[in-house]
Nanobody, 130 residues
Framework: QVQLVESGGGLVQPGGSLRLSCAAS????????MAWYRQVSGKECELVAT????????NYADSVKGRFTISRDNAKHAVYLRMDSLKPEDTAVYYC???????????????????????WGQGTQVTVVS
């Protein structure tokens, strides 16, 4: 059974940094490209970053490019999102999941309703406020 557990969120001032972690289990982690999504309260779900299973090639939405860094540790079955120069508009619940090939920066109404996903973690709340 797929399990995804996100952590590391919190309250931070604009310009600050956070590092999110995602612990994955129940599937062959290294065989999957992974992704970070974010759901802004009352707004869309955005695919913000992806990373390949082999080689660790990363891709970013324009909204976070140059500020966020995705990485992974296949031995630990973990994927990370380092967020620097945070802005109030980065406030959201952040989720990790497998990358199913949606376009980077794609928007959805609700992350949990994106087709072809069976499981989601609880997410981790990031709040950027002065």
């Amino acid at each position: 059974q797929v399990q995804l557990v996100e952590s590391g969120g919190g309250l931070v001032q604009p310009g600050g940094s956070l590092r999110l972690s995602c612990a994955a289990s129940g599937f062959t982690f290294s065989s999957y490209n992974m992704a970070w999504y974010r759901q802004v309260s009352g707004k869309e779900c955005e695919l913000v970053a992806t990373i390949t299973g082999v080689g660790g090639v990363a891709n970013y939405a324009d909204s976070v490019k140059g500020r966020f860094t995705i990485s992974r540790d296949n031995a630990k079955h973990a994927v990370y999102l380092r967020m620097d120069s945070l802005k109030p508009e980065d406030t959201a619940v952040y989720y990790c999941n497998a990358d199913l090939g949606y376009s980077i920066g794609a928007l959805f109404s609700v992350c949990a309703a994106i087709p072809d996903y069976d499981s989601w973690g609880q997410g981790t709340q990031v709040t950027v406020v002065s």
